[in-house]
Antibody, heavy 131, light 110 residues
Framework: QLQLQESGPGLVKPSETLSLTCTVS??????????WGWIRQPPGKVLEWIGS???????YYNPSLKSRVTISVDTSKNQFSLKLSSVTAADTAVYYC???????????????????????WGRGTLVTVSS | QTVVTQEPSFSVSPGGTVTLTCGLS?????????PSWYQQTPGQAPRTLIY???TRSSGVPDRFSGSILGNKAALTITGAQADDESDYYC??????????FGGGTKLTVL
């Protein structure tokens, strides 16, 4: 059964870069029907999508975070990673990695995605931004 | 910027039926937004309930159902149980790979 596990420092200083890795086990990250995403949740607040990546490297980012976010993938390690630069206390949150199912259906002339949703979640990791 | 709206809180009696909704600050929610629903209890990761408007995720009991009601996506819980007391989030696909979470609904069962 496929599982996702977040890892990385639990404490980051203001103005530095937050770096997290999600390790995918029990299955391959190189699947055509899935993207891999990061979601965060500040303490007591709501969930926020950060961005998603395809195994080939294509990315989508939340416009509100785009200038500070980089998501990358390492298929040889079955991992994908998040970097968030210039962090402040407002970036303190539980960070989740998740699998985003987005299967395609193709005709002879075109393809379209049947649906998009987060079907598997990691347990989450708390990152605190503090000096 | 488009905001996905949900009721901040809702209460239901045990055994009762409740419908939570997911709307847009501008415009109507349709199946083209592929609405999905997630349940979250404190300290836990979200659990996927419904995707593509009305398809239940594996293992989700059939008392959870999704639909489009008017101009909103809806999650209906029929025969509410005590352990349904959770936060519920909807997510809409906004195009170009962008996913947007609603503000969540805190459901109380009492």
């Amino acid at each position: 059964q496929l599982q996702l596990q977040e890892s990385g420092p639990g404490l980051v200083k203001p103005s530095e870069t937050l770096s997290l890795t999600c390790t995918v086990s029990g299955g391959s990250i190189s699947s055509s029907s899935y993207y891999w995403g990061w979601i965060r949740q500040p303490p007591g607040k709501v969930l926020e999508w950060i961005g998603s990546i395809y195994y080939s490297g294509g990315t989508y980012y939340n416009p509100s975070l785009k200038s500070r976010v980089t998501i990358s993938v390492d298929t040889s390690k079955n991992q994908f990673s998040l970097k968030l630069s210039s962090v402040t206390a407002a970036d303190t949150a539980v960070y989740y990695c998740a699998r985003l199912e987005a299967p395609n259906r193709c005709s002879s002339t075109s393809c379209y995605t049947l649906y998009w949703y987060f079907d598997l979640w990691g347990r989450g990791t708390l990152v605190t931004v503090s000096s | 910027q488009t905001v996905v709206t949900q009721e901040p809180s809702f209460s239901v009696s045990p055994g009762g039926t409740v419908t939570l909704t997911c709307g847009l600050s501008s415009g109507s929610v349709s199946t083209s937004y592929y609405p999905s629903w997630y349940q979250q209890t404190p300290g836990q990761a979200p659990r996927t309930l419904i995707y593509s408007t009305n398809t239940r995720s594996s293992g989700v009991p059939d008392r959870f159902s999704g639909s489009i009601l008017g101009n909103k996506a809806a999650l209906t819980i029929t025969g509410a149980q005590a352990d349904d007391e959770s936060d519920y989030y909807c997510v809409l696909y906004m195009g170009s790979g962008m996913m947007v979470f609603g503000g969540g609904t805190k459901l109380t069962v009492l």
